[in-house]
């Protein structure tokens, strides 16, 4: 089966930097998303790695290695704003679905 | 706005009856996701379609169907209810089923109460 690991909750200051880690179990593996929800709203995409290696976008940023089945999104220059869940989502298996995890609700701090 | 439309917003009603979800994917996207989001849960894949065929199941319970139709809307048809069933459930669509850079863009979701 697939399944996903991340922490249930992470909490940092205003201006800080916070990784958030996922590991994943699946065959067939596709690639590793990552989706910030706010509290009552919709899940919306952040990032997609397929390869190995780091991906930047703005102050996010985030990283896969296949051979380790790990991940993590790295959030830099905390605002306030940054303040929800974070879900990592891996596509695999013999059907391709894509799971998510349980999420990590990150609260920043001023 | 993420240009995937659900309806209803919020639903209310009691055990043993069963509710329609609906779900506009957006324009040009082919495939379509349901999801269940409850508290001590996440986000639970239930079912996939892509182009009006069922392209992967997770989750869903036997009570549960869904379909995609020609004009490419999907339902999910939830019966039998029971008070577990009470959740946020989500919709969201892609442009690809499968394959490297997806995306999935979500609607604000259906709040389903079943008292």
């Known amino acids: 089966g697939q399944s996903l690991e991340q922490p249930s909750e992470v909490t940092a200051v205003e201006g800080a930097i916070v990784q958030i880690n996922c590991t994943y179990q699946?065959?067939?593996?596709?690639?590793l998303s990552w989706y910030q929800q706010h509290d009552g709203g919709a899940p919306t995409f952040l990032s997609y790695?397929?390869?190995?290696g780091l991906e930047e976008t703005g102050r996010f940023s985030s990283f896969l290695s296949r051979s380790d089945s790990y991940g993590y999104l790295l959030l830099q220059e905390l605002q306030m704003k940054d303040s929800a869940s974070y879900f990592c989502?891996?596509?695999?298996?013999?059907?391709?679905?894509?799971?998510f995890g349980k999420g990590t609700k990150l609260s920043v701090k001023p | 706005d993420s240009g995937v439309t659900q309806t209803p917003k919020h639903l209310i009603t009691a055990t043993g009856q069963r509710v329609t979800l609906r779900c506009s994917p957006r324009?040009?996207?082919?495939?379509v996701y349901w999801y269940q989001q409850s508290l001590d849960q996440g986000l639970q894949f239930l079912i996939q379609?892509?182009?009006?065929?069922?392209?992967a199941k997770g989750n869903i319970l036997e009570r549960f169907s869904a379909q995609q139709f020609p004009d490419l809307h999907s339902e999910l048809n939830l019966s039998s209810l029971e008070l577990g069933d009470s959740a946020l459930y989500f919709c969201?669509?892609?442009?690809?089923?499968?394959?490297?850079?997806?995306?999935?863009?979500f609607g604000s979701g259906t709040q389903l109460s079943v008292l």
């Open positions: 379609y892509y182009n009006g065929e069922e392209r």
């Open positions: 324009s040009g996207d082919l495939s």
């Open positions: 969201a669509s892609s442009v690809v089923g499968r394959g490297r850079g997806e995306k999935l863009f």
């Open positions: 790695n397929a390869l190995d």
């Open positions: 699946t065959s067939g593996f596709y690639g």
């Open positions: 989502a891996v596509r695999g298996g013999s059907q391709g679905n894509l799971i």
